[in-house]
């Protein structure tokens, strides 16, 4: 339908950049060189394995050494430890074969 009908006024049209696939609401990702991450350490032996672990992971890291305040490297554990979603095996359908592997049909035996 056209909105002739129903609308008064002038239409409006559509920004010519987001119709061809230009991002303008991008965010920009942790452990880059445009958003390091900041970590506190208190060492400067600790700060090297800090280092070393960034380097592994690839991630960039504007490191703080300060012996009197507590440790923070909560942004990098984040990063490098990511959750693992949890997956469950599908359950068999009543008339596909069981899969304690007696031979019957699951609805028969474990169903």
Do not use: W
Not at 63 to 68: L, P, V
Request: hydrophobic share 30%; with cysteine; proline share 5%.
């Amino acid at each position: 339908m056209s909105d002739k009908f129903f609308f008064k006024g002038k239409k409006e049209k559509k920004p010519k950049h987001s119709s061809y696939g230009f991002n303008t609401k991008r965010a920009v990702k942790m452990g880059t060189e445009e958003l390091p991450l900041q970590v506190l350490v208190n060492s400067e032996a600790r700060a090297e394995e800090i280092q070393a672990l960034a380097k592994e992971h690839d991630l960039v890291v504007a490191m703080t050494i300060d012996a009197e305040k507590a440790e923070n490297i909560t942004e990098l554990d984040v990063l490098i430890n990511k959750p693992v979603t949890t997956r469950f095996d599908k359950k068999p359908a009543r008339n596909e074969p069981c899969v304690c592997g007696s031979g019957k049909k699951y609805k028969k035996c474990c169903g």
